[in-house]
Structure formats: structure tokens, C-alpha cells
């Protein structure tokens, strides 16, 4: 089998530099490369002509639209049998392909999903806000391709799929949790779609935390949206951080107003993290980072949801989805 990669960029020609260095690095040399650089201001054309001796690469420069059309060109462009998905902030083991292979051989599927993992090199704040991302203690384990409270939903920073599936469902619509939508709609059309656990990634995530309080902030919203598109798809799973938002503002006021004895629960859910986080990443520094970066995943997320949820759907506000995706794919 032959593979495409398809890589939306958007001024990252640093990450650029390190993912296409890890996919020179494959032991399985199988496939092509497209980047699609959508609109950046500080582009890696550079970068990438650096790896021509050693990839092939396809470069597509085009205007500013977003990373669902970037990767639909991306599609357009490509001639791989199977249609393999990376974000540009990641880096890949060297065996993936090797191991992708030989788990497609053994299994075939229609469409595919990996875990993520962190690497040794990746800052401590990029370890704990993983480690906040993918414990079950945190997001139910959803994200993390081990236990979760979810069947495993493929992710783009880490999927693929065949080309099968995208002549029958199409591409990724531009919205914000596009690779839900898209893996919802491989599966209503009846693909088969499995989790590869081998088949993991290193995904850098965001670098600070202020910008991975936006990013579960939007993760909470999309999630409505998700749920006016398919109706049957909204989970308990789905809610719990905004129950936790809810409860944890509830014991803050009795714990000013009755007793203290009310913040013992997050004394005790502290203590789980850390002692979680510290088992997961064996550095007491990361451990003590992951808490705070835990409770900014579950009370962004929380937020998000509960103010889309009133908004769009107590209140009935805001604009049809639909127009919504049309209107962020510029028509």
C-alpha cells in the first residue's frame, strides 16, 4: 500500500522542519508528502526545499481559508492509495509506517486513528497539558487511545483514511471539530473504522497555557455544534466538564458560606492527578504542572459548553449550523 500525507501549515516552519525530519527518519519509505501552507505570513517553502533530496514532497501555497479546505487541496493534490493526516505540530516515530502497515495488513479498515503520546524533548508545559489531554482522570480517557468512556473517535492530528472513502463522503467541512464531523460521517456511510494504538504520534499541542485555555474553551463550544449536526451524538461523557465547572463553583461558595470542609473534594481530586500525572510522567515538576493544566481543560471545556449549550440551544440563538460551515468556507 501507498500512502499520502497531507500537512495544513500555518506558520509553523520551525514544526515543519521537525515533522518532515521524522518522516525522512521512517523505516518504511512508502509515501508522499503534501504541504499545504494556507496563507501564512511566515511560510516554510524554505524548509521544505530542503527535504526535496530525501521526501517526495508536493508544496501548494494558497490564500488563507482554513486548515479543513487546506487539507481538501491537499487531497486534490495527492495519488496515495490511503490518505494519511498530520498536524504540523507533530513528529513522527520512525517505525510508523512499518507498523501502520503491517496493523492494515493484518486488519483492514476503511479508516484508521492513533493515539498520542509526548515526547522526551517536548517542554514540561507541552507534557502536562498532554498528560491533562489524554488521562482518563481529565477527558475520560477519549483522547488518549487507551480506557476511555467513548468509543475512539480518529483525530487529525493522527488518522488516516482510503481514497474510497473520500470519492463517497467527501472532504473535511471547515468548522471547528472537524474531524468529528468527518469521522461521523465516515461512519454513517458504513466505512469500518478502527484505533491502531501502535500507530501513535508525538504531538506538541499547545506551547502555553493561555493558548490551551482558548483551544478547550472552542473544544466546549464545538461540541453543540456537533450535537445540532447529529443529534444522537451528544454523550454524558460530553457533559462531565461542565458538571465538574458547576459542582466546583458550587462547593467554592459553600466552602465561603458554611464550611471549608467543602474544598475537600478538590483536595482529594488534586491528589489523584498528581499522584495520576506523577505515575504517567515520573517527574514531580510535571506532575505539579498537570494539575492546574487539568482543571484549565475541564473548566475551559465547561465554559465553552455551557455557553454555547444556553446560547444555541436554550435560547436558540445564533446562526443555523450549517450556514455557520458555509459561512466559514467563504460562500
Not at 166 to 187: A, L, N, P, Q
Not at 199 to 209: E, L, Q
Not at 259 to 285: E, G
Request: charged share 20%; proline share 5%.
Amino acid at each position: 500500500m501507498n500512502y499520502t500525507v497531507i500537512i495544513p501549515v500555518y506558520n509553523r516552519p520551525d514544526e515543519v522542519d521537525e515533522l518532515l525530519a521524522s518522516l525522512a527518519a521512517q523505516t518504511c519509505r512508502d509515501f508522499e508528502v503534501v504541504i499545504v501552507e494556507d496563507g501564512s505570513t511566515v511560510p516554510c517553502r524554505e524548509v521544505v526545499d530542503r527535504y526535496r533530496d530525501v521526501l517526495p514532497i508536493v508544496y501548494i501555497a494558497k490564500e488563507n481559508e482554513g486548515r479543513s479546505i487546506a487539507r481538501n487541496v491537499g487531497i486534490e493534490a495527492s495519488h496515495g492509495d490511503y490518505l494519511v493526516f498530520f498536524d504540523s505540530d507533530c513528529v513522527i516515530p520512525p517505525a510508523y509506517f512499518e507498523t501502520l502497515t503491517r496493523e492494515l495488513a493484518a486488519n483492514p479498515v476503511d479508516c484508521y486513528g492513533g493515539p498520542d503520546a509526548a515526547h522526551e524533548s517536548f517542554s514540561d508545559v507541552q507534557k502536562a497539558i498532554n498528560y491533562a489531554m489524554t488521562s482518563f482522570w481529565t477527558t475520560g480517557g477519549i483522547r488518549g487511545g487507551k480506557v476511555s468512556l467513548e468509543k475512539f473517535v480518529p483525530r487529525t492530528f493522527n488518522t488516516g483514511f482510503s481514497r474510497e472513502v473520500y470519492r463517497r463522503v467527501g472532504g473535511f467541512r471547515e468548522m471547528f471539530s472537524e474531524d468529528i464531523d468527518m469521522s461521523t460521517r465516515i461512519k454513517n456511510a458504513g466505512f469500518s473504522i478502527a484505533l491502531i494504538r501502535p500507530a501513535f504520534v508525538y504531538h506538541k499541542r499547545r506551547m502555553d497555557f493561555r493558548r490551551f485555555i482558548r483551544q478547550v474553551y472552542v473544544f466546549g463550544m464545538s461540541r453543540i455544534t456537533l450535537k445540532l449536526l447529529y443529534p444522537g451524538s451528544l454523550k454524558l461523557v460530553h457533559t462531565l466538564p461542565a458538571l465538574f465547572l458547576i459542582g466546583s463553583v458550587a462547593l467554592i461558595l459553600l466552602a465561603c458560606i458554611v464550611s471549608p470542609w467543602f474544598l475537600l473534594p478538590f483536595a482529594l481530586y488534586i491528589l489523584l492527578l498528581f499522584v495520576s500525572a506523577l505515575a504517567s510522567t515520573r517527574s514531580v515538576k510535571i506532575a505539579a504542572m498537570a494539575v492546574p493544566a487539568a482543571f484549565i481543560q475541564l473548566w475551559g471545556y465547561g465554559w465553552g459548553f455551557i455557553k454555547a449549550y444556553t446560547i444555541k440551544i436554550i435560547f436558540g440563538r445564533g446562526r443555523d449550523v450549517n450556514e455557520e460551515i458555509e459561512m466559514r468556507r467563504g460562500k
